[in-house]
């Protein structure tokens, strides 16, 4: 037996090829460019997309030995949409990645229903979520077209599905988190019609065969990323968590088979559903972590990853200095999108390890801070 599982992430597709023991047969990884720009927007082509996915799967059946396939499963960045044709699967423009910022102006017009939506869904009314996006960008395109989160188009694309898991449902502020289904309430505030969205499945379901990588192998895993990740890390029971560093930083504490609508500024959703009824988490973010790094180097701060150490741990401490890493707002506890990064505490002694020091400090801090409120919540 040998499955193909493919993670599509937020700068890059990674593959796996795994054998029946565990074993790791074959890997590849292929970059996703992203590009911001000083509005707020974050944007990526879907046609890269789609052609990153083909060609990591592609490379890690060849370094594999190309074994025949059991099964595909798909893990995707939760809250990136895009728009497209259903007719003929044609992406219309760039997809709308999780960082994008430019449907605030949706939140502050809907902000009135903030608190029913919380209560509904688990979610702050925020543009790191789906739904302010897919209300942004159907007033910019052609009304016969299908606006859905880009786990729904790989899918298609690779078994011809139209559908979402209930983890990448959970991320729309669509989704009641109490029962895994469309909330019809929450769908009229943002005017979106359920008819509209795809079939939410559970985690493990048949969705379809995948001629992509050669004969028909069955699509019959999809989960959004980060409640992969906790399921993963074996994070099964209430109190349990993790928290994964790529892009963004996602801290994850499961709270078993009972939603929790926190109190402390994190967000309740649904965690997977494997067949055994669903399961719930809590989650917290920082958005820029990864995206920092790149940034830091972007700008000559650093001029590689490993600076991180040569420079950041070349100095005793920050000197002084504090970074607060909302380079594309902050999420948890604070859900502030309009915030802006800043160094503060900068003098004439101020050295470039200390900004680095000062980067890895600010990026901790708030992970810190995203335990502490989990811990709060859950006891």
């Known amino acids: 037996m040998a499955v193909l599982a493919i993670d599509q992430g937020t700068s890059a597709t990674k593959a796996l090829v795994v054998g029946d023991n565990g074993t790791v047969l074959g890997l590849a990884e292929v970059p996703v460019e992203v590009r911001a720009a000083a ?76 608190p029913r939506l919380a209560a509904l869904t688990g979610l702050e009314l925020d543009p790191y979520f789906v739904a302010p996006k897919i209300a942004w960008l159907r007033e910019r395109v052609d009304p016969s077209l299908t606006i859905t989160t880009t786990d729904t188009w790989l899918l298609n694309r690779l078994c011809g599905a139209f559908v979402t898991d209930v983890a990448t449902a959970g991320r729309s502020l669509l989704l009641d988190l ?54 993963a890390e074996a994070c099964h029971s209430a109190g349990e968590a993790k928290c ?48 920092a790094v790149s940034w830091l180097m972007e700008i000559g701060v650093m ?16 000197g002084g200095v504090t970074f607060v890493p909302a380079l594309a707002g902050l999420a948890a506890p604070y859900w502030k999108p309009q915030a802006k990064a800043a160094f503060t505490g900068m003098s004439l002694g101020t050295e470039r390890g200390h900004l680095v020091r000062a980067a890895i400090d600010g990026i901790a801090a708030q992970v810190a801070l995203l335990a502490a409120a989990a811990g709060r919540d859950l006891g």
Not at 305 to 318: H, K, Q, T, Y
Request: with cysteine.
């Open 178 to 231: 109490d029962t895994g289904h469309w909330s019809d309430e929450a769908c009229a505030v943002f005017g979106i019609d359920p008819a509209s969205l795809p079939r939410v499945v559970a985690n493990a379901a048949p969705l379809g065969g995948c001629t992509v990588f050669g004969g028909s192998v069955p699509v019959t895993g999809a989960c959004v990323d980060q409640q992969a990740a906790l399921f």
């Open 303 to 318: 001029t590689e990853p490993a600076d991180l150490d040569r420079l950041g741990g070349g100095v005793a401490d920050a």
């Open 39 to 114: 509005d707020g927007g974050v944007e990526l082509s879907p046609d890269d997309l789609w052609a990153s996915v083909v060609a990591a799967g592609s490379r890690a059946l060849e370094s594999a030995g190309r074994p025949a396939l059991t099964a595909i499963g798909l893990a995707n960045q939760g809250e990136t949409v895009m728009a497209w044709d259903r007719r003929t699967g044609r992406p219309d423009g760039p997809a709308m990645v999780w960082q994008d910022r430019r449907s605030s102006v949706v939140c502050d017009r809907l902000a009135a229903h903030g």
């Open 244 to 291: 994964t560093y790529g892009t963004g930083a996602f801290m994850l504490a499961c709270t078993g088979t009972a939603p929790v609508r926190s109190a402390n500024g994190l967000v309740g959703c649904p965690a997977w559903d494997v067949g055994d009824g669903l399961r719930w988490c809590l989650d917290g973010q920082v958005y820029t972590v990864g995206a």
